[in-house]
């Protein structure tokens, strides 16, 4: 004779930015012979650009659409993966690091596939 039971409990939890910070340091170490060793992090996605107009560069970030950087006159114009205003940037290079960095804040589970 078997008796099935069903406790499915549904519970609400708020948890504070400390406590999600110790959750991830403890996730992101493994136990070694009764010692804490921390794991290397997964480094962010490779973003590789794309020239498809003159004034026009694309964003492959880890194989997906990243977004662009259009030049108008002397200023780079940053739209995001979800086609979202970055900002106005003066040289090329900043409005591609730019982009970067705001890919790694949206995008965070994008990593770098190693080849």
């Known amino acids: 004779m078997s008796t099935t039971f069903d406790h499915r409990h549904d519970a609400e939890l708020t948890v504070d930015t400390?406590?999600?910070?110790?959750i991830t340091e403890i996730e992101a170490s493994v136990v070694v012979d009764d010692e804490v060793v921390a794991v290397d992090e997964p480094s962010h996605a490779r973003i590789t650009w794309a020239r498809p107009d003159t004034g026009l560069w694309a964003a492959n970030y880890g194989g997906y659409y990243g977004g662009t950087v259009d030049r108008q006159g002397t200023h780079y114009f940053v739209s995001d993966?979800?086609?979202?205003?970055?900002?106005?940037?003066?040289s090329l290079e900043e409005a591609q690091q730019r982009l970067a960095e705001r890919l790694h804040v949206l995008l965070p589970d994008v990593r770098r596939v190693d080849d």
């Open 18 to 22: 400390a406590t999600i910070a110790a």
């Open 81 to 90: 993966t979800f086609g979202q205003y970055v900002g106005d940037f003066r």
